[in-house]
């Protein structure tokens, strides 16, 4: 029993607890209540920490081992851990395994957008960017409905394991990335891939030009492949040149940014009013667009400005969101999900830029290092969200406008990487800083290039 500064008296439930509805959730299945409340959002805070650890291991697995064994290896181990998760007997079991289910999701996640990266041409990047993360909002969209139809959560779970069958044929399927099995040494497996991708697309590649199309052999160099050094990178690469240090603080920063605005956004739905399920179907729904638009305009403009302005108006909506509040509610929540239009747009670029800005054995480590900045991020959003709670109702949005238009300027000193082939070596990646903002063009037009593959 407990009494207040009132002299109310606050008894405790001792019999148990009657829940309204017929619905099974984490609460009502252990009556995590009043005094285990805080075990709920705690259980989102680890599956954050997971993603964190999971950018991790995916950077280092892959470009040491292959995007190919990550990406089958991490599916297997996270499915093992969605179906784990479903048959949870307390709090703890699930918490246990659903920090597994962040760390292999992310492993799988950025294995598989790398990999899809660089075994397309560059002409196609930015499209099978914003397509894989289309299929991350249709997948959002797919469990509303789910989840208010199947009213147990353990079923719910069980329901998203049996979608792991369509994997099983991936184990044959799936080729490796001929870009890192050649900057690994591995010419022969390279060419065995990129012939069968060209009798796939009906075409015909004599060796030599296929050689010339991996970029083992340049028009100034006759060096055979095999005496080539195989580059080792490791996280600490990514602070030793300048240029790549550059590169890597910005999209650090850029990603705790974005990942910290889409998180405090989406956390708050439910604060909408009105149908929690409707709600959360309109946040899933407002993404799709919001990849469309970036698509095009990743086209038609390039990656730098594109993220830029995009940042800049997710910044601007979202600072003026709380005043809108004393002229209607309508206008604040127009003026979030806009600025969740525009954040969920970034995010979509900022995967395909990040692996852009990188060489190919330093790829998915560059994009594993970004991803656990977004998880720092996602990690403070609530806490974010309590501040306003506990402090100002104004303090979350304008911490978070402030981030976004330094980010926005930042951004501006990445180089441009629009229809630019993927850097294969630390030169190669050095070399972009001839696409900044403060090189001239006729430095740019000295630029070397570098042959594209007839096969892909």
Known sequence: MHTNNSNRVILDCNHGWVYE???TTLATEWDIVCDDAWLLPLTTTLYMIGFLIGSFISGIFSDRYGRRPTFLLGTVAMYACIGLNS?????YMYMATFFGCGVTALINYMAAFVLASEIIHVSKRSL??????????VGYMVLVPAAYLITDWQWLVR???IFGVIFIPYYWWLPESPLWLMCSGKVEEAMVIMRKIAKINGKTIEDDDLKKSLLLVKSDEKEKPQEKAVQKFTYLDMLKHSSIRKRSLVMFYIWFMVSMVYYCISLNTSNLGGNKFINCFVAAAVEIPSYVLSCFS???VGRRCVLSLFLCISAITLGISPFLKAVSETLMIAGAMTSKFFISACFNISYLFCGELFPTLMRNMSIGASSTAARVGSIASPYLIFLGQQTNFYSPYLIMASFGLSAAGLCLLLPETK???????MEDAEELERYTICCSSRSRKNMPTTCQSSAV
């Open 298 to 300: 990743l086209e038609l």
């Open 159 to 161: 329901i998203q394991v």
């Open 419 to 425: 229809s630019i082939p993927l850097p294969e070596t």
């Open 21 to 23: 509805g017929d619905r």
């Open 87 to 91: 048959f949870s007997v307390n709090i």
């Open 128 to 137: 099978i960017g914003s397509l894989e993360t289309t299929g991350f909002s």
